[in-house]
């Protein structure tokens, strides 16, 4: 059984994981009146960017993009770039909606978000080129 299948236990905790991940990242991030202070200026931005690294990561790790029969198990690529692709689009969402709940649309808090989807699609094909060295796999 090979990770990429649907049925695969870890895939299950991936998406477990995704789903808690992003309900606590969207109450986080719209629960008014939070405010972060930490030891260097705009702390809020690595958190933003480490955030959405994860979420990037979960989001792939769960197989919930670009996946099936249309695109094959060997296309890893074509999956980190919309994992990506939804990664930015879940932040601009994410700043977005924030006026709603009082918060405040900060474009460099979309930017840092932005970044972190940026490193996890490169972690994740770095990781994946390196696990796949020496094996048998075309991917």
Same mark, same amino acid.
């Not at 060997?74 to 709940?101: H, L, N, S, Y």
């Not at 918060?103 to 970044?115: C, G, I, L, P, Q």
């Given at each position: 059984?090979?990770?990429?299948?649907?049925?695969?236990?870890?895939?299950?905790?991936?998406?477990?994981? $995704? =789903?808690?991940?992003?309900?606590?990242?969207?109450?986080?991030?719209?629960?008014?009146?939070?405010?972060?202070?930490?030891?260097?200026?705009?702390?809020? #931005?690595?958190?933003?960017?480490?955030?959405?690294?994860?979420?990037?990561?979960? #989001?792939?790790?769960?197989?919930?993009?670009?996946?099936?029969?249309?695109?094959?198990?060997?296309?890893?690529?074509?999956?980190?770039?919309?994992?990506? =692709?939804?990664?930015?689009?879940?932040?601009?969402?994410?700043? %977005?909606?924030?006026?709603? $709940?009082?918060? =405040?649309?900060? +474009?460099?808090?979309?930017?840092?978000? !932005?970044?972190?989807? #940026?490193?996890?699609?490169? =972690?994740? +094909?770095?990781?994946? %080129?390196? !696990?796949?060295?020496? !094996?048998?796999?075309?991917?």
């Amino acid at each position: 059984m090979v990770m990429n299948e649907p049925t695969h236990r870890v895939r299950t905790v991936f998406r477990v994981g $995704f =789903v808690f991940y992003t309900i606590a990242l969207l109450i986080a991030t719209h629960w008014p009146g939070v405010a972060i202070h930490g030891p260097i200026d705009r702390t809020d #931005l690595v958190i933003h960017a480490g955030v959405f690294f994860w979420w990037t990561v979960l #989001l792939y790790g769960a197989g919930l993009v670009a996946t099936g029969p249309r695109y094959g198990r060997a296309c890893f690529t074509r999956r980190i770039i919309w994992a990506m =692709v939804a990664g930015v689009a879940f932040a601009v969402f994410d700043e %977005k909606t924030q006026p709603i $709940f009082g918060r =405040v649309e900060d +474009w460099t808090d979309m930017a840092a978000d !932005s970044f972190g989807v #940026l490193v996890a699609g490169g =972690v994740i +094909w770095g990781w994946v %080129k390196v !696990s796949r060295r020496g !094996s048998n796999y075309n991917g």
